[in-house]
């Protein structure tokens, strides 16, 4: 297979894995975690290219987010649940039991999304530690989660081959889009305004949400 041309210190992404499962990098960019079938985190500064410190893990990470300030990492281990690690005190300082296969930080850091292998999502709290309420309709594994920029929307990819998009404060789906395979990754624009997914055939596709507001 074809190598990669990454500008930057092949050392990096050299933290030795025989596989990389997952990986999380802060807003700012400053800060990368990178997780290995090996049961463990490395948690990287991405300007200097120096290892910040490594977390020793039970199992392999499934998930992992980073928040807005770049000092909490949440994580979830195969098995284990959902941890959440203060990057500068290099300390676990939160564990919630529950089935994580993927994460999301909302950009101001006050909701923590997670979706699980049954395909429902929990939004949580961040700031109070404290389930917020649950989003139903997926019916395989969630695999990735992303907020809006302005907070009003979720949108989640799944193995059921759908992307869904979801209202906040109502609580209800919005929106399902089906896609060609299950779905890898979701993500925003800068700018809220539209959606790209990826799913496991290869392709990458990009549409405007129909509920986005005109401001």
């Known amino acids: 297979s074809a190598e990669c041309d990454v500008p930057i210190d092949g050392e990096l992404y050299q933290s030795a894995y025989r596989r990389l499962a997952n990986s999380g990098i802060s807003p700012d960019g400053r800060i990368i975690a990178i997780g290995g079938d090996d049961n463990t985190i490395k948690i990287w500064n991405t300007e200097t290219g120096e290892l910040n410190h490594t977390i020793f893990t039970d ?3 499934t998930a992992m987010s ?14 284990k649940g959902l941890f959440v690690w203060d ?5 676990e ?3 919630i039991e529950q089935d994580a296969t993927s994460i999301s930080y909302s950009p101001s850091g006050r909701w923590l999304a997670v979706g699980s292998s049954n395909g429902d999502i929990t939004v949580w709290d961040a700031q109070l530690k404290r389930r917020y309420y649950s989003l139903v309709g997926h019916n395989n594994t969630v695999h990735a989660l992303a907020f809006s920029p302005d907070e009003q929307f979720l949108v989640s990819g799944s193995f059921d081959c759908t992307v869904r998009l979801w209202d906040i404060k109502t609580q209800n789906q919005l929106q399902m889009k089906k896609a060609k395979g299950a779905v890898m990754t979701v993500s925003f624009r800068e700018d809220g305004r539209e959606i790209a997914y990826g799913d496991e055939t290869g392709i990458i596709e990009v549409f405007s949400p129909l509920t986005m507001r005109t401001n």
């Open 93 to 95: 300082v939160s564990r």
């Open 59 to 61: 199992s392999w990470p």
């Open 66 to 79: 980073i928040d807005n300030t770049g000092e909490l990492l949440a994580y979830a281990i195969l098995g």
């Open 87 to 91: 990057i500068l005190s290099r300390k």
